[in-house]
């Protein structure tokens, strides 16, 4: 199972990486799988440690994903990464093995501690729309601009009938990212 999540790392020098990820879960074991080159990467192999955080507040994701990575932080309990302030849970990793791979290593972690902070109300159209789109401005360099414009087509039509403040700026920030890339082209796509 994937589930898209906010993962927070420290790197080797104290500084703090905050990012967006489809981590997978195979029973009490979690997969990261970080396309090279990554910051994320580099961290956990650094460190040996990440924090996984739970959170409906999708202006975090789109936030990553367009140079807004200032998100309160606070410390964890059993590891030196700090988690969001505003998580609904989190977890708290610790690295078993490192699988070297030329495009996609896959790291092994398990976890050390988790908490729940707040209850999780479930996501509205609008907000999974954000993930959606999250997720294409992730992957600008790869796909065809028909397929990136019919999704947001399609995902643009819960977006208009659910979404509150939070959605609407998170979805702003998401197509001013798509704009800016269609007008410089899409080697300065995030992730080229």
């Known amino acids: 199972m994937i589930r898209e999540i906010i993962l927070t790392t420290r790197s080797a020098e104290d500084r ?3 990012a967006p990820m489809g981590v997978h879960f195979a029973g009490d074991e ?3 799988m970080p396309f090279r080159p990554s910051t994320t990467l580099d961290n956990i192999l650094a460190t040996r440690q990440a924090v ?3 959170t409906d507040d999708v202006r975090v994701f789109a936030g990553c994903l367009t140079g807004r990575r200032d998100w309160p932080l606070i410390d964890s309990v059993r590891v030196g990464c700090p988690r ?8 708290e990793l610790e690295l078993t093995l490192a699988e070297p791979d030329d495009l996609r290593p896959r790291l092994h972690m398990r ?4 908490a729940t902070h707040a209850p999780f109300r479930g996501f509205n159209r609008a ?3 954000v993930l959606e789109a999250a997720i294409l401005v992730s992957r600008l ?3 065809p601009w028909g397929k990136i414009e019919s999704e947001l087509a399609y995902l ?4 208009e009938k659910t979404a509150g403040a939070a959605e609407r700026e998170a979805w702003g920030w998401l197509m001013q990212a798509i704009e800016d890339v269609r007008t410089a082209g899409p080697e300065k796509a995030v992730g080229a």
Request: glycine fraction near 6%; proline fraction near 0%; hydrophobic fraction near 60%.
């Open 52 to 54: 996984i955080n739970y």
């Open 111 to 114: 976890i050390v501690h988790e």
């Open 84 to 91: 969001l302030a505003g998580a609904l849970a989190h977890a």
């Open 30 to 32: 979690v997969i990261v």
């Open 156 to 159: 643009r039509t819960g977006l």
């Open 127 to 129: 907000q999974f729309a």
């Open 16 to 18: 703090f990486h905050i």
């Open 141 to 143: 360099n790869l796909l």
